[in-house]
Every structure is written in C-alpha cells, then in structure tokens.
C-alpha cells in the first residue's frame, strides 16, 4: 500500500496523541515502541502521521511515522504489509 502525507498535520504534540490512539486502536501499549510503518524504515515511530491511501479520495488515515517521514511531502511512501491504517472520523 502507498500513501502520501498531508501538509498541515505536522504539529509535534497533536501527532504524538496520534500515535498513541494509534496504538490504542491496535492493541499496543502506549508506551511499547514500534518502528515506522514506511518499509525499510528502522526508525522508531514518533507521531501519527495524517494519510491518504493510493490516491482514493480525501479519506484520511493515521499510520506510525518517524519525523523525518512524517515530514515527507509529494512523494509515495510504501507501508509495511502489517500496518493497518486508522480512519480519521471527520
Ligand atoms: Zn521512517
């Protein structure tokens, strides 16, 4: 699965909240760390990036991210198979 950041989602403390809903969502302790969902990635995820997957619309999803990819605009970031992205209900 490809997805793409949104811009303005960038804020450190609201992506952390993020993340740990994330986690929350997915049966991991809030304080377990987890890698970066983008592949080949070994970062460790810090925020929970705003996504939208392979183009389909303005649905937007929550995966694990390290700053560095969280910060990654315009381009396809490849997830790791074993991620499931969160929905953001509007
Ligand atoms: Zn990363």
Partial sequence: MNVRNIRGTS???RGIAWLRLWKEANGITPSKSIHCSVSGC????EV???V?????GM???????????????GVDL???SGITP?????
């Fill in 11 to 13: 804020n450190s403390n």
């Fill in 42 to 45: 070994t970062a460790i995820a």
């Fill in 48 to 50: 929970g990036a705003h």
């Fill in 52 to 56: 939208i997957k392979d183009y389909t």
């Fill in 59 to 73: 649905r937007q999803f929550i995966v694990p991210m390290c700053r560095e990819h969280n910060l990654a605009y």
């Fill in 78 to 80: 490849r997830i790791n």
């Fill in 86 to 90: 969160m929905p953001v209900n509007p």
